[in-house]
């Protein structure tokens, strides 16, 4: 994974800025979401990868199956890509893309885990901490996992606030076996 990050990285840092420069974050992210999507389904991956089609033949397939949310400047993009052989990155480079208008727009990502249903008010309540804690903008996704027994486990890039209770026991057995 390190080395696609690696290869992916400039390509996202390219795409970032060429959004910035148009003023259309939101194109970028929809064009590159869309062709993320696309390179990974076997289907398309193994069509797209066939030694015998050509630069223009791979961009027009991919912007073909993403429709009208490809536009002259992602093909172009998509087109470079294609010609060093990079299509396959575009999931990473989508990853990175949002994190860099994430970091532009002063807005964080960030995965709640819990063992129970969290309603609204303590999901909001978490969000308000956490926008407060971290200066700007959070957008929160909730989700699921029995196995923390309780608690709630946070996730912020590349940060994780492990307060679930398995973290817990996890975390006093290893001080007891110390």
């Given at each position: 994974m390190?080395?696609?990050?690696t290869i992916a990285r400039p390509y996202a840092k390219a795409a970032f800025l060429c959004a910035r420069?148009?003023?259309n974050y939101e194109e970028w992210e929809?064009?590159?979401a869309m062709a993320a999507a696309a390179v990974e389904e076997p289907a398309v991956r193994e069509h797209l990868e066939r030694p015998d089609l050509g630069t223009d033949?791979?961009?027009?397939?991919?912007?073909t199956l993403c429709g009208d949310v490809v536009g002259d400047a992602q093909r172009m993009f998509f087109a470079?890509?294609?010609?060093?052989?990079r299509l396959?990155?575009?999931p990473v480079v989508h990853e990175l893309f949002h994190r860099l208008v994430a970091e532009q727009q002063k807005f964080s990502e960030v995965e709640l885990v819990s063992a129970f249903e969290l309603d609204d008010a303590q999901t909001r309540e978490l969000s308000e901490a956490l926008k407060k804690r971290l200066g700007h903008e959070v957008n929160?996704?909730?989700s699921l996992d029995k196995s923390l027994i309780g608690g709630v486990m946070i996730r912020v890039g590349d940060s994780v606030i492990d307060g679930s209770l398995r973290g817990?026991?996890?975390?006093l057995a290893e001080q007891l076996n110390s």
């Open positions: 390190a080395e696609l990050t420069d148009q003023g929809k064009a590159l033949d791979k961009v027009e397939a991919l912007a470079e890509m294609a010609r060093k052989r396959m990155a575009l929160v996704t909730a817990r026991l996890a975390r």
